[in-house]
């Protein structure tokens, strides 16, 4: 008895300060605060953290899609008969290999600088053509680009009229392979142009001396001192803002380039990327919850309001240099980083433009699942899980008045191609993400797993206390019957045989028979 009373009593105090333990812990939110502390002292971009290897060597693989805009009625386009009419080739898929060189650590280790080659290797099992031979009829980008440049040049002008009629160019359409738009083709207006200026290079592609090269030394905070600047862009190419447009907003290198964000991450902020390849930095805002293998995402997407026009966004009037630079919503020229060709930007069919330029060319249709740009971020890690970024290039055609060919030509913003660069991360780097976020759930939920442990003990403890004293109820009803053994009792009585005398009988007397033998009922003996 003694025994089980010490073990009540034990599991009575090991339950009570279970739960007192627990309590407090949760309170004081200890082991979500040391769990956090933990994570955001291992995402960073530091020798023998978590992440820096996979940041220098990305191991899921990037897939790089190039869509293509075929002019299909070139003949009625050119007469002014018609608008343009184009269908969408492709995907022509190439895979990217992106790994970072020459990392090197700056400022007492609190940056790093890398530099990140690109390689594109063609996989025609993803893709439908063949690059090689695949023609696409389009606007002729170097003719444009010249009589953009030359226009009302008194001694250029006359010359490159010249040349063009000599190269019989009649207009502002011309049939290449997929692999000479992309990679680059000896341009024969080009090699004229160049021989009188030097700086005019006489090739050109739209991805020409971009496979194998970079986009110039980043630097980037490692997220040390603040994890909130972990992967941040501190400078490009030795600046920390660029010269390119009319205001402070629209010239700053905000956020990461797009391969790094911050752990804990919250459905509130917003995500600040710069991308060389616009001339100018984007934000991304959450859109919706979103799973991928099993691990939770928040999905981040570019509002309209990025390429929105002035007036419906006024902090983008730093973008608009001059009235002809100024366009509507969904696209931006950044001709002053192209080298004066009128590049425009949009994203894919325009998706999220105006409807003029929806309307201007027939074949275009945004649809937002194929066309949107998005991330994918575990909001735990900040780790990608998905991405997809998708951007369109296209040119500004216009009449110009020192070129008749260009005298049927309404002011049209022009696809070219878009491309879609893609990422889903691999089965090995999700299965440890899965483990990671495991620990960490684990962790940061300890003290729930205390009080439970303590409720289950209480539990016991109750059963425990009902057992002894059901014990010590069946103890009281045995110690009363003993006491008072005469009182009725509900078991049978035993019969049990014994003699009547005891006396020793004479047998000698052969006038009795023998013993005679009684029964007589006597009380059983308890057990």
Request: with cysteine; net charge neutral; glycine share 6%.
């Amino acid at each position: 008895m003694m025994r089980k009373s010490c073990c009540i009593y034990a599991t009575g105090i090991i339950a009570t300060h279970l739960l007192i333990v627990g309590i407090a812990l949760m309170i004081a939110d200890v082991f979500p605060g040391l769990m956090t502390k933990r994570l955001k002292g291992e995402i960073t971009l530091t020798e023998g953290s978590k992440v820096f290897d996979s940041w220098k060597n990305p191991p899921p693989p990037v897939f790089m899609e190039f869509f293509f805009f075929n002019v299909t009625n070139p003949d009625e386009y050119l007469a002014g008969l018609a608008k343009p009419r184009v269908v969408e080739v492709g995907p022509y898929t190439y895979r990217e290999y992106r790994s970072k060189e020459n990392v090197t650590f700056v400022a007492n280790g609190t940056k790093v600088a890398a530099y990140t080659p690109k390689t594109f290797v063609f996989l025609p099992e993803k893709s439908k053509g063949n690059p090689e031979v695949d023609l696409i009829t389009s606007v002729n980008v170097p003719a444009v680009a010249v009589m953009n440049k030359v226009q009302g040049s008194f001694f250029i002008t006359p010359a490159v009229k010249a040349w063009m009629k000599m190269l019989n160019i009649t207009g502002i359409l011309t049939t290449r392979t997929v692999s000479e738009l992309l990679w680059g083709y000896e341009d024969p207006l080009l090699k004229k142009v160049s021989a009188l200026k030097k700086d005019v290079e006489k090739d050109f592609g739209f991805m020409i001396n971009k496979n194998g090269s970079h986009d110039g030394e980043f630097v980037y905070l490692t997220g040390e001192e603040d994890y909130l600047d972990y992967g941040r862009v501190d400078t490009w190419k030795g600046q920390r803002k660029l010269t390119y447009w009319g205001s402070n907003y629209s010239n700053l290198i905000q956020g990461s380039d797009g391969s790094a964000f911050h752990a804990y991450l919250t459905k509130e902020e917003t995500l600040n990327i710069f991308t060389p390849d616009l001339c100018r930095s984007i934000y991304m805002k959450f859109d919706k919850d979103v799973e991928v293998k099993g691990i939770p995402a928040y999905r981040f997407t570019p509002p309209r309001s990025v390429l929105a026009s002035v007036e419906e966004n006024p902090d983008n009037a730093g973008f608009c240099l001059s009235s002809k630079n100024c366009l509507g919503s969904g696209v931006l020229k950044v001709d002053v980083c192209k080298k004066g060709v009128p590049v425009v930007v949009s994203f894919p069919h325009f998706y999220l433009g105006a409807d003029d330029y929806i309307n201007a060319i027939d074949g275009i249709s945004p649809v937002k699942e194929h066309h949107q740009t998005y991330l994918d971020l575990n909001p735990t890690t900040g780790i990608i899980v998905r991405a997809s970024k998708r951007a369109q290039f296209n040119i500004l055609v216009e009449r110009l008045s020192s070129f008749p060919i260009t005298s049927g030509l309404d002011r049209t913003v022009f696809p070219l191609f878009f491309l879609n660069e893609t990422v889903v991360v691999d089965d090995a780097s999700a299965a440890r993400l899965h483990k990671l976020l495991l620990i960490v759930k684990i962790g940061s939920n300890f003290p729930i797993f205390i009080i439970a442990l303590g409720a289950l003990l209480v539990i016991i403890l109750l059963i425990l206390i009902i057992r002894l004293h059901k014990k010590k109820i069946e103890v009281k009803r045995f110690d009363f019957s003993e006491a008072y053994p005469y009182l009725p009792t509900t078991a049978k009585e035993d019969t049990i045989y014994s003699p009547v005398n005891d006396k020793t009988e004479d047998y000698s007397d052969n006038s009795k028979n023998g013993n005679y033998v009684g029964m007589t009922p006597v009380k059983a003996e308890r057990a």
